[in-house]
């Protein structure tokens, strides 16, 4: 069974800080992993994808990476803006299945 | 592309009674997924259809909730006497197969009161 936790919970930083958000999963049998941003009571957003065959990802400011050998994936945040305000989810398969299991997310405020 | 749409966005019900969410996926996608979120958790995998087939139904999906896609294109969430419980975000999701992410809709916040 597919567990992913994210650490950690709440995030608070000010203005141009740059930071990492940590997600470890249990099963590495993954088609990809993938994470996304939730603003209040709204849906999920895209934001990158890594294929299990990939390291890395990188999408403007962002970059993602997978490392399926220790089942833990980072996304980095350069010079954070008050926009980024929102929680962050990240999201694996579990195994065998097309189910796509979730964190409970990072919550992250940036303070102008 | 307009992306996956839900309606209702918002959705206020009493206890007991039934109610119904529809989900039209990506045109092109020929999976759809149903997941539900209660506040401060990640979202939780309910049911996914590939084509018209429902291929698998988490143990979250009780007896009094139901899906269907009829022509493999949108899809229907029913749930029947609702409970206080029931409250939460419901999310539908689309994607071409698994190696290429999931799109995820605005959602369907229920309340039940």
């Known amino acids: 069974k597919q567990e992913v936790t994210q650490i950690p919970a709440a995030l608070s930083v000010p203005e141009g800080e740059n930071l990492v958000l940590n997600c470890s999963f249990t099963?590495?049998?993954?088609?990809?992993l993938q994470w996304f941003r939730q603003d209040p009571g709204k849906g999920l957003t895209s934001l990158l994808l890594?294929?299990?065959?990939?390291r890395e990802q990188t999408s403007g400011r962002l970059n993602a990476s997978l490392d399926k050998s220790s089942g833990r994936s980072t996304l980095y945040i350069a010079a954070s803006q008050p926009g980024d305000s929102a929680t962050y989810l990240c999201?694996?398969?579990?195994?065998?299945?097309?189910?796509?299991?979730f964190g409970k997310g990072t919550k992250l405020t940036v303070n102008p | 592309d307009t992306g996956v749409s839900q309606n209702p966005r918002h959705k206020i019900t009493k206890r007991g009674q039934n109610v119904t969410f529809r989900c039209d996926p990506i045109?092109?996608?020929?999976?759809l997924y149903w997941y539900r979120q209660t506040l401060g958790q990640g979202p939780e995998f309910l049911t996914y259809?590939?084509?018209?087939?429902?291929?698998?139904k988490s143990r979250l999906l009780s007896d009094r909730f139901s899906a269907e896609r009829p022509k493999g294109s949108f899809s229907t969430l029913e749930i029947q006497r609702t409970e206080q419980g029931d409250s939460a975000m419901y999310l539908c999701?689309?994607?071409?197969?698994?190696?290429?992410?999931?799109?995820f809709g605005s959602g369907t916040r229920l309340t039940v009161v």
């Open positions: 259809f590939q084509n018209e087939a429902q291929l698998e």
């Open positions: 999701a689309s994607s071409p197969a698994p190696l290429y992410g999931y799109t």
């Open positions: 045109s092109e996608h020929n999976r």
């Open positions: 890594i294929q299990s065959s990939q």
């Open positions: 099963d590495s049998a993954i088609y990809n």
């Open positions: 999201a694996a398969h579990e195994g065998g299945s097309e189910k796509l299991v």
